[in-house]
């Protein structure tokens, strides 16, 4: 996941964090299995898309991943607050 993630968004702030123990024996949880991630990531990318949107593109950027057995994806998605010096220097 996250070489497909730092792929389409370089040098944006990327985390994957496997939950998948936090929810071992839940319905849906494959046993020893990577099943449930939260992913964070905090581009500029998104600016300018809706929330909708930028899930979309998420979900769009991780098919293989998430046809292969992920269960459970909460995403975290960002833009990075303006830089003060690029109003400046305008």
């Not at 497909?4 to 994957?16: D, H, K, T, Y």
């Not at 990577?34 to 949107?53: P, T």
């Amino acid at each position: 996941m996250l070489a497909a993630l730092q792929a389409r968004f370089g040098e944006a702030s990327i985390e994957v964090e496997d939950e998948s123990h936090l929810h071992a024996g839940h319905a849906g949880a494959p046993r020893g299995g990577e099943s449930h991630y939260r992913v964070r990531v905090e581009s500029a990318a998104f600016r300018g898309l809706s929330r909708i949107e930028r899930h979309r593109l998420i979900h769009d950027i991780l098919k293989e991943e998430l046809t292969a057995g992920v269960h459970a994806l909460a995403l975290e998605l960002s833009v990075p607050p303006p830089d003060p010096g690029a109003a400046a220097s305008s």
